[in-house]
C-alpha cells in the first residue's frame, strides 16, 4: 500500500511539473501601460490666526469664519486642528489652526486678499485632490489591460499566432495617488503662502496648480493558439 501511494504521488508530482512547463512554454508575458493627468478640482488649506488674548481670538475666529463664508465656504468644511498659548510672546500669544475646503468653484485670489490680515498667521496648502479619483483610477487600469492584451495581440501576431485566455493578471502600481503635496505651480508660485510677506500678486487659481498624475502598469500571461 506504501509503494502504491508514493507511486501515486510521485506521478501526481510529475504530472503538475509537465503542465507547468507546457504553460510556461506556450504562454506570452506582457506589460501593459496607461497613464492619465486630473484635474485638481479640490484643495484643502491650513490656516492659522492670533491674538493677544482669548477674547481677541474669539472674534478672529469669528471674522475668519465670515470671510470664509463670504467665499463660498461652508461651515462643514472648516474642520478645528489646533490650539496654542505662547507665554513668553510679546503679541500673538493665542494662535488657533483650521483647515477648510475651498472647490474650483472659489475665487482663491479673492479669499486670499481677503485673509491678507493681521490676524492671520499663516495660510498653507495641505492637499490637491480630486473628488472623482476612483473613477479616474479605475480608467487607467482598465487602459493598462487593454494596452497589454494589444501588444500580445500584434505580438503574435507577427508569428503566426493567437493570442488565447489569460493565465495571469498582476497590477503594479507605479504611482498615483488620492491627493498630491502642492510641490510646484505651473506658473513658479510657491505652494506655501505666508500672507504677510506678500508683497507682490500671485495667481492662486486652480489654473496654476499642478495636474494629478495617474501611472498604472498591468503585467499579463496569455495562453499562445
Same mark, same amino acid.
Given at each position: $500500500?506504501?509503494? &502504491?501511494?508514493?507511486?501515486l504521488?510521485?506521478?501526481?508530482?510529475?504530472?503538475s511539473?509537465?503542465?507547468?512547463?507546457?504553460?510556461?512554454?506556450?504562454?506570452i508575458?506582457?506589460?501593459?501601460?496607461?497613464? $492619465?493627468?486630473v484635474?485638481p /478640482?479640490?484643495?484643502?488649506?491650513?490656516i492659522?490666526?492670533?491674538?493677544?488674548?482669548?477674547?481677541?481670538?474669539?472674534?478672529?475666529?469669528?471674522?475668519?469664519?465670515? %470671510?470664509?463664508k463670504?467665499?463660498?465656504?461652508?461651515?462643514?468644511?472648516?474642520?478645528? !486642528?489646533s $490650539? @496654542?498659548q505662547?507665554?513668553y510672546?510679546?503679541?500673538?500669544?493665542? %494662535?488657533?489652526?483650521?483647515?477648510?475646503? =475651498?472647490?474650483?468653484k472659489?475665487?482663491?485670489?479673492?479669499?486670499?486678499? #481677503?485673509?491678507?490680515?493681521?490676524?492671520?498667521?499663516?495660510?498653507n496648502? *495641505?492637499?490637491?485632490?480630486n473628488?472623482?479619483?476612483a473613477?479616474?483610477?479605475?480608467?487607467?487600469?482598465?487602459?493598462?489591460? !487593454? *494596452?497589454?492584451?494589444?501588444?500580445?495581440?500584434?505580438?503574435? #501576431?507577427?508569428?503566426?499566432k493567437k493570442t488565447?485566455?489569460?493565465? +495571469?493578471?498582476v497590477?503594479? +502600481?507605479?504611482y498615483?495617488? /488620492?491627493?498630491?503635496?502642492?510641490? =510646484?505651480? &505651473?506658473?513658479?508660485? $510657491? =505652494?506655501?503662502?505666508?500672507?504677510? =510677506?506678500?508683497d507682490?500678486?500671485?495667481? @492662486?487659481?486652480?489654473?496654476?496648480i499642478?495636474?494629478?498624475?495617474?501611472?498604472?502598469?498591468?503585467k499579463? &500571461?496569455?495562453?499562445?493558439?
Open positions: $500500500m506504501k509503494l &502504491r501511494h508514493f507511486l504521488i510521485g506521478l501526481l508530482t510529475a504530472g511539473f509537465i503542465n507547468a512547463q507546457e504553460i510556461k512554454k506556450n504562454a508575458e506582457v506589460t501593459g501601460v496607461a497613464e $492619465m493627468e484635474e /478640482d479640490e484643495i484643502i488649506f491650513s492659522g490666526i492670533k491674538a493677544d488674548n482669548k477674547n481677541q481670538l474669539a472674534d478672529n475666529e469669528k471674522l475668519l469664519f465670515e %470671510t470664509l463670504n467665499n463660498g465656504v461652508k461651515n462643514e468644511d472648516i474642520k478645528f !486642528k $490650539m @496654542y505662547n507665554v510672546a510679546k503679541t500673538g500669544k493665542f %494662535t488657533k489652526g483650521f483647515q477648510f475646503k =475651498a472647490s474650483a472659489t475665487n482663491i485670489s479673492k479669499l486670499f486678499e #481677503e485673509l491678507n490680515q493681521k490676524w492671520v498667521s499663516n495660510l496648502i *495641505a492637499e490637491i485632490k473628488t472623482k479619483i473613477d479616474f483610477k479605475k480608467a487607467v487600469k482598465i487602459n493598462a489591460l !487593454k *494596452a497589454a492584451k494589444e501588444k500580445a495581440d500584434y505580438l503574435l #501576431e507577427s508569428i503566426g488565447g485566455t489569460p493565465l +495571469e493578471i497590477e503594479i +502600481e507605479d498615483t495617488s /488620492d491627493t498630491v503635496m502642492p510641490v =510646484a505651480y &505651473r506658473k513658479g508660485a $510657491m =505652494a506655501n503662502v505666508q500672507l504677510e =510677506a506678500a507682490t500678486a500671485v495667481d @492662486y487659481s486652480f489654473d496654476t499642478e495636474n494629478i498624475k495617474l501611472k498604472y502598469s498591468i499579463t &500571461r496569455y495562453e499562445i493558439l
